[in-house]
């Protein structure tokens, strides 16, 4: 069965870079959330979409932004990078918003 | 605003035991509860699904009950297995219209071969 697919796995940027970060969700499922998870945290609730719309935002600086293509997939910007940005970053992707079913993650690293 | 906590915060038990898991929220208006497995610095798995109609989930040697009154939810693994170690995480819908989930902090689960 199809899952949800981020790119790339794995990414290092310096202090004040950019970055981009890609979300593939399960097709025809409507709703796509990104999360941030912090080394030893729980995830936290960064922004959603539903059907291309943005649906609500959680504690997303304000140096990050999102959006949700046509296509249905989604990316996570986030400019002036600092260390503390530093983590794994999810996106999910549910039908309904019922069962959320994650990605495997993108790690940040800031250096 | 939601929170939930996961008890115990760790635990360490032989092969083929049996466990269980505890999580509790503070907000019961809540339409279903998910327990996902997180390997180390990998992703999240969806283990179980319960909608708040339900009273328990069952997956193979998983079953998770929930009592929405009381605010918990429990998971219990049965005949545990190496292959189980892992962080367990219980998750709600965050609630007052907010999208999203409120996550424990997990219990970090290690079964002794």
Redesign the interface.
Known sequence: AAGVIQSPRHLIKEKRETATLKCYPIPRHD?V?W?QQGPG???Q?LI?F?EKMQ??K?SIPDRFSAQQFSDYHSELNMSSLELGDSA?Y?C?SSLG?????????T?LTVV | KQEVTQIPAALSVPEGENLVLNCSFTDSAIYNLQWFRQDPGKGLTSLLLIQSSQREQTSGRLNASLDKSSGRSTLYIAASQPGDSATYLCAVPSGGGADGLTFGKGTHLIIQP
Request: proline share 4%; no cysteine.
């Open positions: 709703t959330y999360y945290q729980d995830p609730f959603s539903y649906s609500d959680g794994l999810f999910a918003r019922v069962e959320a079913f994650f990605g495997q993650g790690r």
